[in-house]
Nanobody, 121 residues
Framework: QVQLVESGGGVVHSGGSLRLSCAAS????????MGWYRQAPGKERELVAG????????YYADSVQGRFVITRDNAKKTVDLQMNNLKPEDTAVYSC??????????????WGQGTQVTVSS
């Protein structure tokens, strides 16, 4: 059974930083792409960042490019999202996700419960 448990959310002022972490279990972590999604109230869920199974290939949404960094540790079965220069529009519930395959371009199939990130102006 796939389990994805996020941590690290909270409240931060505009311009601040947060680091989210996701602990994965129930599947062979090193075989799958991983990603971070977010959903703000009244908006659709969007893919913020993705990383391939080796950690070399990465994707970022235009809205976070240059501010967010996704990393993974296959030995620890974790995937992190370092968020810098946060803006009020980054406020959302952030969820960790497991890829359909080793390539994030194939999409994602499982999501964690999410962690709230609130950025005050």
């Amino acid at each position: 059974q796939v389990q994805l448990v996020e941590s690290g959310g909270g409240v931060v002022h505009s311009g601040g930083s947060l680091r989210l972490s996701c602990a994965a279990s129930g599947f062979i972590f090193s075989n799958y792409a991983m990603g971070w999604y977010r959903q703000a109230p009244g908006k659709e869920r969007e893919l913020v960042a993705g990383v391939g199974y080796t950690g070399r290939r990465k994707y970022y949404a235009d809205s976070v490019q240059g501010r967010f960094v996704i990393t993974r540790d296959n030995a620890k079965k974790t995937v992190d999202l370092q968020m810098n220069n946060l803006k009020p529009e980054d406020t959302a519930v952030y969820s960790c996700s497991k890829g359909f395959s080793s390539d994030y371009l194939r999409g994602f199939v499982s999501w964690g419960q999410g962690t709230q990130v609130t950025v005050s102006s």
